[in-house]
T-cell receptor, first 111, second 114 residues
Framework: DQQVKQNSPSLSVQEGRISILNCDYT??????FLWYKKYPAEGPTFLIS?????DKNEDGRFTVFLNKSAKHLSLHIVPSQPGDSAVYFC??????????FGKGTMLLVSP | NAGVTQTPKFRVLKTGQSMTLLCAQD?????MYWYRQDPGMGLRLIHY???????AKGEVPDGYNVSRLKKQNFLLGLESAAPSQTSVYFC?????????????FGSGTQLSVL
């Protein structure tokens, strides 16, 4: 059973608009969530994270929102830029467990 | 700043052949991981290590073996490669492996098994 779900395989957005990537989880023990960004032929790189004691974390153009009651988190990118085109992975962990990743969402930002 | 280095970057094997993927990190991290990425499947953990001399199974360990003889190196072995092991393999490391901690990934190894 998939514990971290990214139900949108892809998302297309125009430059300057907002990109919203969604992630749902089923394990209520998860208490830390991260987003990774991956360009083709490169390894994933850490983007932003949030602890379960918060409902929002912001870093420049990137904001992650956490809704614990709905077991849902989202990554907002404002404004979107062509260089943001990549695959975005949502990941979650609980305590000392290893990270569980979602399947990823491919974001395409067109000029 | 090398970070996490994986070798080789590409490899083609025939079914039944064996090979070893090497991962090296220069950040003095305790934890190291091997993931595989397949289309539509995301990143799945194969094996991981919580320190020199230790290994543990992840989500998809079958068909793979690992060794962590030195803190900075984590080797992934395929004893008898199968077409189902065609994938992109990523090594990662982290300082202590505790929850609120990010992983540092290598650039990946593209493996094709014919």
């Amino acid at each position: 059973d998939q514990q971290v779900k990214q139900n949108s395989p892809s998302l297309s957005v125009q430059e300057g608009r907002i990109s919203i990537l969604n992630c749902d989880y089923t394990n209520s023990m998860f208490d830390y969530f991260l987003w990774y960004k991956k360009y083709p032929a490169e390894g994933p790189t850490f983007l932003i994270s949030i602890s379960s004691i918060k409902d929002k974390n912001e870093d420049g153009r990137f904001t992650v929102f956490l809704n614990k009651s709905a077991k849902h988190l989202s990554l907002h990118i404002v404004p979107s830029q062509p260089g943001d085109s990549a695959v975005y992975f949502c990941a979650a962990s609980s305590g000392y467990s290893t990270l569980t990743f979602g399947k990823g969402t491919m974001l395409l930002v067109s000029p | 700043n090398a970070g996490v280095t994986q070798t080789p970057k590409f490899r083609v094997l025939k079914t039944g052949q064996s090979m070893t993927l090497l991962c090296a990190q220069d950040m003095n991290h305790e934890y190291m991981y091997w993931y595989r990425q397949d289309p539509g499947m995301g990143l799945r953990l194969i094996h991981y290590s919580v320190g020199e001399g230790t290994t543990a199974k992840g989500e998809v360990p079958d068909g793979y073996n690992v060794s962590r003889l030195k803190k900075q190196n984590f080797l992934l072995g395929l004893e008898s490669a199968a077409p189902s092991q065609t994938s992109v393999y990523f090594c990662a490391s982290s300082p202590t492996g505790t929850g609120p901690e990010k992983l540092f990934f290598g650039s990946g190894t593209q493996l094709s098994v014919l």
